[in-house]
């Protein structure tokens, strides 16, 4: 992904966020991991967060997709190409893609279904990919679906990340602009420093550390997060990446009217205001809702539109870090 100079026509037509009906205050997970009262929310800046019951990632994906379609005015079969943006898998093959496909109902259909993942950064990923699909002439109706189940994967042996993750859906469906119409990506960017790949990781489920081997650990199916080694690196490459993201970036908002970023901690959502960004103008949901994972910057821009923060013809920013360790980022008019 590049950073200057993208203008691709791209028009959100269309939001959906799906919550498990389970909320988890952090009272009951002190009590469980034998924490202080008060201290999830001190140090990670979580109230309380969703996790699922009975649902499944494709379940979450394909009922937030059905308000986004509602809202845009189309019917499931109107899709030309369905894009899973997901950190987590539901399962290892087939690609979540297809199972979200089949959830809508759409199962002998043929519209094509892929995924991308780039961990907590797959939606910006996925909404750069529909872009160029879309300006190339390939696609005209675009759903991009993010659904993460993380709760299942939390390590008790750490208790900072166990306590921050929660389980969302959300989707959007994208469309060429039409003409005269300003919404648009102006700038994206996206960098991948891999002498960080261990800062945050589950290392089993591959053919590595495959569960089948007699010497399988489980705990390496367990999410391992060294939250203190990736605020390290990122402070240490964040503001050369956000001026080539977009020049001013690193000082203030240039004429960005709102960040939605990822919800990654409390200390790396404060970490965005010493760049001269007024708190006002950055949205939070992980008071609520957690870490969740790649669907936290959709979910948290669905709220940001739903609460009439984003208007459209508003200019954005979308931005955040994931495993790898990467940095996104992504300048749009919604």
């Known amino acids: 992904m590049t950073g200057r100079g993208v203008q691709q026509g791209l028009k959100i037509i269309g939001l959906g966020r799906y919550l498990p009906h389970r909320i988890v205050p952090s009272a009951e997970l002190e009590a469980i991991y034998g924490l202080s009262p008060g201290w999830v929310e001190r140090r990670n800046g979580v109230r309380e967060r969703r996790w699922v019951t009975t649902e499944t990632a494709s379940f979450m994906a394909a009922e937030a997709a059905r308000e986004a379609l509602d809202e845009a005015g189309l019917r499931p079969d109107q899709l030309s190409l369905i894009i899973n943006a997901s950190g987590t898998a539901e399962q290892a093959i087939p690609d979540n893609g297809a199972l979200i496909q089949?959830?809508?109902?759409?199962?002998?259909?043929?519209?094509?279904?892929?995924?991308?993942?780039?961990t907590c950064l797959s939606f910006i990923t996925a909404l750069d990919v529909a872009a160029a699909y879309l300006n190339a002439g390939r696609y005209n109706n675009i759903?991009?679906?993010?659904?993460?189940?993380?709760?299942?994967?939390?390590?008790?042996?750490?208790?900072e990340s166990a306590t921050l993750v929660g389980d969302a859906a959300a989707a959007v469906l994208v469309t060429r602009s039409g003409k005269g119409e300003t919404s648009c990506i102006h700038h994206t960017l996206c960098k991948t420093w891999g002498d960080g790949a261990s800062f945050t990781a589950i290392r089993g489920g591959g053919s590595a550390r495959h569960p089948a081997k007699p010497d399988h650990n489980p705990d390496d199916d367990l999410f391992h997060m060294d939250g203190p080694a990736v605020l390290r690196m990122v402070r240490a490459l964040d503001e050369a990446f956000l001026e080539e993201l977009y020049p001013g970036l690193s000082k203030s908002l240039v004429d960005?009217?709102?960040?939605?970023p990822h919800q990654s901690s409390k200390v790396g959502l404060l970490l965005l205001q010493r760049y001269g960004w007024p708190e006002a103008k950055i949205m939070h949901t992980i008071e609520w809702l957690g870490n969740c994972v790649a669907a936290s910057i959709p979910s948290t821009l669905y709220q940001a539109v739903r609460d009439k923060k984003l208007q459209r013809g508003q200019k954005l920013l979308l931005v955040g870090t994931?495993?790898?360790?990467?940095?996104?980022?992504?300048?749009?008019?919604?």
């Open 102 to 118: 089949r959830q809508l109902g759409l199962g002998r259909s043929g519209i094509p279904a892929m995924s991308v993942n780039t």
């Open 143 to 159: 759903l991009i679906a993010s659904s993460d189940v993380s709760s299942c994967g939390i390590n008790p042996k750490e208790p």
């Open 256 to 260: 960005i009217d709102l960040v939605v």
């Open 322 to 334: 994931g495993a790898g360790l990467s940095i996104g980022g992504m300048v749009m008019t919604y």
